[in-house]
């Protein structure tokens, strides 16, 4: 199963306490003899104002040590919601639309307000959500019949991430780290297969170099998109749903990485749904080989293009909690010798 399937299930999703701050001594000792990093947060990690500061902790403990280059989901709902936009549309259901988009754009204001970032920051971060508003509002008329096509579908359910990484670009900046949000669409070169768009792998590293590794080498952390590309055109695609480990083991393709860390809200990754039934194990260590046995045996470990990728560019996988960060998670490696907690 898949370390966002498992909400709830071994330990608890971790709400942050007012003034609880991140344990960061495990982070700091992880990576400090690794060079660069990527990390990926899903929408749990990410489902408010306080998670994110707390997430940008994270990074910051492990960019005092290595590069760090970020990925990040939509906040936790909002790829469904904007999904139910476009279906709304579909049934010419103009007005239920618009007010559901501007719901959307109230909860990351809403966030954003809640980050508690200096005025000039606030103003800034404002104005380009507010652009990016006025982005999405566009896409939905106020009468009318409109044609919603999968390229529709996808330009949609882009926003959420979209919107995500400013915010948390602006997490890391209150946190003393200095970012850049980045739009994955500007060197994922996918397919033009909407809604489940394959990457054009050795383009996508080349352009991706090109966008990324200044940052890194400016000391910036990178804080890209996950779950989008576009066309040879610039027309924007997705990799389709919950593929945003994915898009983390790309980036992190992009920029060798030796490690890709996946933040969720799960300790790792177990030998069945701890849900249902007592008798699931924790697994500290999975070679590649172990971790797609289980995928094969209809656990949903990770993504299924993430192993092969990592496995090509020998890189090591973790997944960790990012309300426990110091908890070890399961790491899933060349070499690495199997075993439950």
């Known amino acids: 199963m898949s ?45 408010g104002a306080a998670r994110m500061r707390h997430a940008a902790g994270l990074v910051r403990a492990a960019a005092e040590k290595a590069r760090v280059t970020v990925v990040v989901s939509a906040m936790r709902g909002v790829t469904d919601r904007l999904l139910g936009v476009a279906r709304l549309l579909e049934e010419a259901r103009h007005q239920a639309a618009r007010n559901e988009a501007q719901g959307i754009v109230e909860l990351h204001l809403g966030t954003l307000r809640d980050l508690a970032l200096d005025r000039g920051e606030y103003e800034r971060v404002a104005h380009e959500l507010k652009l990016l508003s006025g982005d999405l509002l566009h896409e939905i008329p106020e009468w009318g019949k409109a044609e919603v096509t999968t390229l529709v579908f996808d330009r949609l359910a882009s926003f959420g991430e979209r919107f995500s990484v400013r915010l948390f670009a602006a997490a890391l900046e209150a946190e003393g780290v200095g970012a850049v949000p980045v739009a994955s669409s500007d060197f994922v070169l996918t397919c033009e297969n909407f809604r489940e768009a394959q990457p054009q792998l050795e383009m996508t590293r080349r352009r991706g170099r090109q966008v990324l590794l200044p940052l890194l080498a400016a000391g910036l952390v990178p804080v890209v998109t996950g779950f989008i590309g576009a066309t040879k055109d610039g027309r924007i695609t997705t990799l389709g749903r919950n593929s945003s480990d994915f898009s983390g083991a790309l980036v992190a393709h992009v920029v060798d990485a030796e490690e890709l860390v996946i933040w969720t809200d799960v300790d790792g990754i177990y030998t069945a749904n701890p849900r249902e039934t007592h008798e699931a194990q924790l697994l500290h260590e999975l070679s590649y080989d172990e971790a797609h ?49």
């Open 3 to 47: 370390p966002e399937q498992q909400v709830g299930a071994a330990s608890a999703e971790g709400e942050l306490r007012p003034g609880e701050r991140v344990l960061a001594g495990s982070i700091e000792t992880q990576f400090a003899k690794t060079e660069s990093v990527a990390f990926k947060f899903g929408g749990s990690s990410l489902d």
């Open 293 to 341: 046995a289980l995928a094969e045996r209809g656990a949903k470990v990770l993504h299924p293009l993430v192993l092969p990728l990592a496995a090509q560019t020998g890189m090591t996988v973790w997944v960790r909690n990012t309300f426990k960060p110091h908890l070890r998670g399961t790491r899933i490696g060349a070499g690495v010798k199997g075993g439950a907690a």
